[in-house]
DNA sequence: CACGAATGGGTGTCATGTCAACAAAAAATC
DNA sequence: GATTTTTTGTTGACATGACACCCATTCGTG
């Protein structure tokens, strides 16, 4: 067991910055979804995916994995949106065990609603703030700290 | 309203990117953190101001506003941490209103366990990926991003 | 085919976070 | 100095998330 080598002033600031704007960007936005479409981020996170599939429709097991939830979450989330008119649960066809989840109308729309304002307020607080060299380099930073997370 | 402009596709690329990568690094940290200190990541976020601050004692006002929680949260945290016996809240002496709240030595033990796993994840997960420059670049670029995000 | 392991999904329980309402003290206003 | 307004902290109710466990189905192996 080394030393510890303790973070030195330039990182430590940086970490506080990157921990404080996720936390705050990510609020800004939940607050947004919420006021415009009447949904919460986690619907939203939800919904994305669906809408993206072919008859807004997707295999449980491929939702989950898409947004990174665990079975359990989603099983839960599903029930309360589902409560709410947001999706439908049917069976699968080719697998008995399985689970399809479908987007209702009602669905549909409460994600139109939301997704401008959404993007708008992406680019207004993010994007617009970066030149494009500067999308390039982070892209190309986060995706090199992404890939070496498994480690 | 003019017509929403949509991420293009390395927009949206980057913004997918920053999303999974906060979800998946934080989650990470988080186990790690679990882990080693038997302390979850909000009892850690607590306890870090609490061990920079003189005697280990922060107003509750203080602590709230260090990492940007509101008193309500708070409130219950600290509830559940004096009843695990990390901390303990005391009468506020200039203001009768207020709480202090102070870091026990159990606490103190805690995160001094915990720590240095944590900076070592940290690295492992993220310094580690970034040359110097680059540490600058991302720092200057998401300072301003969160300068920005009043607006 | 039979059997144990793995997978997909659900449920209950408890920890955590949010929100509205409250009470007490301090600050501001008149 | 009395009265409103803010600030500070707590509480209770409810939404959400994490975790352990359950059941049915499918897969892998003999």
Redesign the interface.
């Known amino acids: 067991m080394a030393k ?4 030195d002033e ?2 430590a ?3 506080r ?2 921990l ?7 609020g ?1 936005l939940e607050d947004q979804i919420n006021r415009e479409g009447g949904l919460s981020g986690a619907d939203y996170a939800v919904l994305v995916p669906l809408s993206a599939a072919p008859d807004g429709m997707l295999r449980a097991r491929e939702l989950g994995r898409e947004i ?1 939830w665990d079975r359990s979450r989603l099983s839960h989330q599903l029930g309360r949106m589902e409560k709410r008119g947001l999706v439908v649960r049917e069976e699968c066809v080719e697998d008995a065990r399985g689970a399809m989840v479908r987007m209702t109308d009602a669905g549909r729309a409460a994600i139109k609603r939301a ?2 304002g959404h ?2 307020a ?6 617009d ?2 030149s494009d060299k ?6 190309a ?6 890939a ?2 498994g ?1």
Not at 122 to 127: A, D, E, G, K, S
Not at 141 to 146: A, E, F, G, P
């Open positions: 510890t080598r303790w973070l330039r990182e600031h940086l970490w910055t990157w404080r704007l996720n936390q705050e960007l990510l800004i990174l997704a401008p993007v708008a992406t680019r207004r607080h993010f994007f703030h970066l500067e999308v390039d380099q982070l892209t930073v986060l995706d090199r700290i992404l070496n997370l480690s």
